[in-house]
């Protein structure tokens, strides 16, 4: 099951801007987290927001978490072409496994 | 090693043939995640293991796939009588736990598959 629905599917701009991805989830969860994947390979981890924190900010990354709407949103400022990737949001389903969206491809044109 | 490591990183095999995948999790790490992704996807949860149990197997998709792990440590994803349809990465990851309090995930590089 998909868990976490990511929006939009894609989104390309330019290096400098700020680039906005959201996230929806279905149930209730302990934590959200935010993962990147260069190249189809392995995913590395960016940021974790607990159920009870509304905002969390780490570098350039800042994301909010707002539980009532089951909802996550994470900006990256000052993008660079480095930041071009996929960005996944992961819930911890049921307290159990974290089940990851269909993730966003961004894209950062120099 | 410093990270999870996966082998092989690619494997090319014929329609029917069994394969096995390896994941090394990162040491100490008790819990232990498979995920596939086909191309351009997400991820698609596969099974979970706590230490060597395996309280959620419920994304194989059928009963061609199994998984074990031993000694809390390396585990194996084999998948018997290969379908094209099974191309795709398999990804695992560690994390010091499951649960709710499991926190960052650690991904290998992914053993890519394609089924000819």
């Given at each position: 099951s998909?868990?976490?629905?990511?929006?939009?599917?894609a989104?390309?701009?330019?290096?400098?801007?700020?680039?906005?991805?959201?996230?929806?989830?279905?149930?209730?969860?302990?934590?959200?987290?935010?993962?990147?994947?260069?190249?189809?390979?392995?995913?590395?981890?960016?940021?974790?927001?607990?159920?009870?924190?509304?905002?969390?900010?780490?570098?350039?990354?800042?994301?909010?978490?707002?539980?009532?709407?089951?909802?996550?949103?994470?900006?990256?400022?000052?993008?660079?072409?480095?930041?071009?990737?996929?960005?996944?949001?992961?819930t911890?389903?049921?307290?159990?496994?974290?089940?990851?969206g269909?993730?966003?491809?961004?894209?950062?044109?120099? | 090693?410093?990270?999870?490591?996966?082998?092989?990183?690619?494997?090319?095999?014929?329609?029917?043939?069994?394969?096995e995948?390896?994941?090394?999790?990162?040491?100490?790490?008790?819990?232990?995640?498979?995920?596939?992704?086909?191309?351009?996807?997400g991820?698609?949860?596969?099974?979970?293991?706590q230490?060597?149990?395996?309280?959620?197997?419920?994304?194989?998709?059928?009963?061609?796939?199994?998984?074990?792990?031993t000694?809390?440590?390396?585990?194996?994803l084999?998948?018997?009588?290969?379908?094209?349809?099974?191309?795709?990465v398999?990804?695992?990851?560690?994390?010091?736990?499951?649960?709710a309090?499991?926190?960052?995930?650690?991904?290998?590089?992914?053993?890519?598959?394609?089924?000819l």
């Amino acid at each position: 099951s998909q868990q976490g629905e990511e929006d939009p599917q894609a989104l390309s701009i330019q290096e400098g801007e700020n680039a906005t991805m959201n996230c929806s989830y279905k149930t209730s969860i302990n934590n959200l987290q935010w993962y990147r994947q260069n190249s189809g390979r392995g995913l590395v981890h960016l940021i974790l927001i607990r159920s009870n924190e509304r905002e969390k900010h780490s570098g350039r990354l800042r994301v909010t978490l707002d539980t009532s709407k089951k909802s996550s949103s994470l900006l990256i400022t000052a993008s660079r072409a480095a930041d071009t990737a996929s960005y996944f949001c992961a819930t911890d389903e049921r307290a159990q496994k974290l089940v990851f969206g269909q993730g966003t491809r961004l894209t950062i044109n120099p | 090693g410093a990270g999870v490591s996966q082998s092989p990183s690619n494997k090319v095999t014929e329609k029917g043939k069994d394969v096995e995948l390896r994941c090394d999790p990162i040491s100490g790490h008790t819990a232990l995640y498979w995920y596939r992704q086909r191309l351009g996807q997400g991820l698609e949860f596969l099974i979970y293991f706590q230490g060597n149990s395996a309280p959620d197997k419920s994304g194989l998709p059928s009963d061609r796939f199994s998984a074990e792990r031993t000694g809390e440590s390396v585990s194996t994803l084999t998948i018997q009588r290969t379908q094209q349809e099974d191309s795709a990465v398999y990804l695992c990851a560690s994390s010091i736990r499951a649960g709710a309090r499991a926190g960052e995930l650690f991904f290998g590089e992914g053993s890519r598959l394609t089924v000819l």
